[in-house]
């Protein structure tokens, strides 16, 4: 009886202590769920999240450079890397004179070619022919272990998305141009939507060109209303103004995003010819002249060309800008077929005496034609009977009267420095040379 009551006593002390360890156990599960759930929240808060188009993109995130200091946080980017992302193809080097240069590269897509260059804080886009933009970003192009690098208004300038960074949030938010315009075709209810490429690029001013019944408009991508009523000929898009191109009756105008017009619907041709300095080449009756983005006509339309047509003879001297040299002078010839230089603001600085622009005849092996040289804004021109003069973007003439036989540039292979020669009574000087010894008398 006395063993019987001590085992039961004992059952009892141990029933009595289950609770206690029920509760311990259930005590120390919502410790380590709370440490769990800590764990997930910092986790996640020192994850950047990356979503393209609406879709998680974690492998996006391995390639981005994040940098803090004392002025907040950058986001930098490297070009090439993500360029695969955005579907389009990445090269080193330039995209016209093809080389290995590690200070260059460019990325390209079927539409559009953007080109960085180190230290630069410019970005040249083409189509691959001769129209050039050049779009300026917020910071100079830097290199980081072999690979160039920009920032995120680089990123949405070259590759036409938009990015949205919220540093204090750790995420990412990019959107290609497609999938905002199918986005806002949709909810617009715009069935087959599909502009061309330039045109596609009004999303991004929250805008869609569209066409009903054969006619072209613009409308507010968010609300649908009416910015440029659907009743023109044809719209393009002027992304770096964001301006519109527009045709009526057979004739060009400039509208502004606002309304108002301009450039007169006059012309039966309007074409950038130069987006840094804002000029538009215009042609009116066969003959050519020159209008700024504000409408203002800087060369009359009287001009039988504007702009040299053999800019591939002279790839060698880095031409971009056919209509432009040195960034300064509009070459312009006239009915006569007599080259002048104009100013870009309309200042005729020579007259029309010139039968030729750059030097194409050199015999010398290894050399390349020679239009322009940049150190001293030098343009070489020609008279009928095939002999040179140098010349100055302000109209000064450097040799007294036309006498050299021919100009023409040679490049060193190893350092690639241009060095620039020009002939006389079968004598060869170097023109940078000269010209500094003339400058220092």
Wanted: glycine share 6%.
């Amino acid at each position: 009886m006395e063993l019987y009551e001590e085992s039961y006593g004992s059952r009892i002390k141990k029933k009595s202590k289950m609770p206690m360890i029920i509760g311990i156990s259930i005590t120390i599960l919502i410790i380590i769920t709370a440490l769990l759930i800590y764990l997930i929240i910092y986790l996640r808060s020192t994850v950047t999240t990356i979503t393209l188009d609406g879709a998680s993109t974690p492998d996006l995130e391995e390639i981005f450079y994040i940098q803090e200091n004392e002025n907040g946080t950058k986001l930098y980017i490297p070009i090439r890397r993500i360029a695969k992302f955005f579907g389009y193809e990445d090269y080193r080097g330039d995209y016209k004179y093809k080389s290995e240069d590690a200070s260059k590269c460019y990325v390209k897509n079927e539409y559009e070619i953007a080109m960085f260059t180190l230290d630069s804080n410019t970005i040249i886009k083409t189509r691959g022919d001769s129209d050039y933009e050049y779009v300026d970003i917020d910071e100079k192009v830097f290199e980081m272990n072999g690979e160039l690098y920009t920032t995120i208004d680089g990123i949405k300038n070259a590759f036409n998305v938009e990015f949205i960074y919220d540093a204090e949030a750790k995420s990412i938010e990019i959107y290609s141009m497609d999938y905002l315009v199918q986005l806002y075709a949709t909810h617009l209810n715009l069935t087959d939507y599909n502009p061309e490429f330039s045109d596609k690029k009004a999303i991004f001013e929250n805008m869609l060109v569209i066409q009903q019944n054969g006619a072209y408009g613009v409308v507010n991508a968010t609300t649908g209303e009416s910015i440029l009523e659907t009743k023109y000929d044809s719209i393009k898009y002027l992304p770096n103004t964001t301006d519109f191109l527009v045709r009526t009756n057979g004739k060009y105008g400039i509208l502004a995003k606002d309304t108002t017009e301009k450039i007169k619907a006059v012309y039966d041709e309007i074409k950038i010819m130069d987006n840094a300095n804002g000029l538009y080449l215009v042609r009116q009756n066969s003959l050519y002249g020159v209008v700024d983005t504000s409408g203002n006509i800087i060369i009359e339309p009287e001009y039988r060309q504007i702009g040299i047509s053999n800019v591939d003879s002279f790839a060698e001297n880095g031409i971009e800008n056919q209509y432009v040299l040195l960034n300064e002078i509009i070459p312009i010839k006239n009915e006569e077929n007599l080259w002048a230089l104009f100013t870009i603001e309309g200042e005729q600085v020579t007259e029309f005496e010139f039968s030729t622009l750059g030097c194409t005849t050199s015999k010398v092996s290894n050399s390349y034609p020679l239009l322009v040289i940049p150190s001293y804004k030098i343009i070489v021109v020609g008279n009928e009977e095939n002999f040179y003069n140098l010349i100055t973007t302000s109209g000064q003439m450097m040799i007294p009267s036309f006498v050299l036989d021919s100009v023409y540039m040679r490049t060193d292979v190893e350092t690639g420095e241009n060095t620039f020669y020009m002939t006389f009574n079968g004598q060869t000087q170097n023109i940078e040379e000269r010209l500094a010894e003339y400058i220092e008398q």
